[in-house]
């Protein structure tokens, strides 16, 4: 399986600013941020992409939801409104295969996406 910047983030073998971490997840600002908020959902299990997703992973995607819903509260962002993206390999914009989940923000954002 690949080893990711994330999988190491996880191992605290890189250091990064984290939000929030469980036995499954843990939740780091992104180094580049698009918005005043922007943290990165990841779930431990390294799953490469929501290609590879399976069943097996249904109580474990729908946790990574509702972990995004408790963090954008947490951090007052819930009543104004935030974005939630999850990119699926290059044309998605993909560019760490460890699957996370964007949580954005602190800002409006546009529809459609630029
Ligand atoms: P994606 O393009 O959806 O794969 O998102 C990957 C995100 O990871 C990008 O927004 C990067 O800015 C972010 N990123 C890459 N390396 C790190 C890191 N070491 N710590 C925090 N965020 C990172």
Redesign the pocket.
């Known amino acids: 399986m690949d080893d990711t ?1 994330f999988d190491k ?1 996880i191992r605290k073998e ?1 250091p ?1 600013k984290i939000a929030y971490e469980d036995n499954k997840f843990i939740a ?5 941020p698009q918005a005043p908020l922007h943290l ?1 959902i990841i779930p431990k299990e390294n799953i490469p992409t929501l290609n590879d997703a399976s069943d097996s992973h249904k109580q474990l995607l729908g946790e990574m939801l509702l972990l995004a819903k408790n963090l954008a509260k947490h951090f007052g962002v819930d009543e104004k409104g935030y974005r939630l993206v999850l ?1 699926v390999n290059d044309d998605g ?4 295969f460890h699957l ?1 989940l ?1 949580l954005l923000g602190g800002r409006e954002f546009g529809w459609p996406p630029g």
């Open positions: 910047i983030i890189i990064a780091i600002n992104d180094v580049n990165l990119n914009g993909q560019t760490v996370h964007h």
